[in-house]
């Protein structure tokens, strides 16, 4: 029997950290950024949606998405990030959904879903358990400024795009606190796996 679990946390918490620990596991991870990364490639159904719906201004030269663009009009407006959300989210659902049948078909102990937004998007149907990466506010805002090269505004708009972190960590069935070192971090999800898998 596959056991799926699902992996979710904050923008810059660590789920992708995490998630390379599990791939050196040999344990496969389904990605949602990943995936919602491809669906809105141009030909996809997704792109001629969210081009009709933003308009050709967050194209890129190539005709490609531009996401920082896109980015700037959905994390400071809650109806266009509601709309984007409706456009992307059932491709990306599908297609989770075809490589988790795949993944259980294969006989894999464990598998993980990789899905940021795994609560709000009420997916926890998803997964047998449900693992939150969790960091306090301030190492979470440090992480995303650094690694985004963001202002602190932009910043604190895409956190508070989200579920508070703490309010996740209430409804983890296990939590990683990823406020310390990667080997820290290591560490804590070699024993999780050890408990999930015996
Ligand atoms: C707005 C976009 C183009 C910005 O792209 P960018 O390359 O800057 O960010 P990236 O996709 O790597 O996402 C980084 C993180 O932002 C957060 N995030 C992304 N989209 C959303 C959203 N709609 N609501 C809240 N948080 C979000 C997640 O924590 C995600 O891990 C892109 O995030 C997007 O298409 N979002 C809509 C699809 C989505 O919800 N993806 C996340 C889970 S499926
Ligand atoms: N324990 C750690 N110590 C120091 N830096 C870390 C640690 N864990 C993660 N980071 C760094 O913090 C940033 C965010 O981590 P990561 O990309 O894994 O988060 P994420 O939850 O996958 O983010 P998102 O949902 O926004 O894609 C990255 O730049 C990563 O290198």
Redesign the pocket.
């Known amino acids: 029997m596959t056991i799926v679990v699902g992996l979710t946390?904050?923008?810059?918490s660590g789920?992708?950290t995490v998630s390379a620990i599990f791939r050196e596991m040999n344990i496969p991870v389904i990605d949602?950024?990943q995936?919602?990364?491809e669906v809105?490639q141009n030909g996809r159904v997704a792109y001629s949606k969210i081009v009709e719906a933003f308009g050709k201004e967050i194209l890129q030269e190539d005709l490609e998405?531009n996401?920082?663009a896109?980015?700037q009009?959905?994390?400071h407006n809650e109806q266009e990030?509601q709309k984007?959300?409706s456009i992307?989210?059932p491709e990306?659902r599908s297609e989770m959904l075809k490589q988790k049948e795949q993944l259980i078909a294969e006989q894999y102990q464990l598998v993980v879903l990789d899905?940021?937004?795994l609560f709000?998007?009420k997916l926890t149907y998803l997964v047998d358990q449900v693992i939150v990466v969790h960091v306090n506010e301030l190492v979470q805002l440090e992480r995303l400024q650094k690694r985004?090269n963001l202002s602190k505004e932009d910043a604190l708009a895409?956190i508070k795009?989200?579920l508070p972190l703490t309010e996740k960590a209430k409804m983890a069935d296990f939590i990683i606190d990823n406020n310390g070192s990667i080997d820290e971090t290591k560490e804590q999800v070699i024993k999780l796996v050890s408990k999930l898998t015996n």
């Open positions: 946390g904050g923008i810059a789920k992708s949602a950024d995936i919602a990364k809105v998405i996401r920082a896109l980015g009009i959905i994390f990030r984007l959300n992307v989210h990306v899905i940021p937004l709000e998007s985004n895409r795009s989200q």
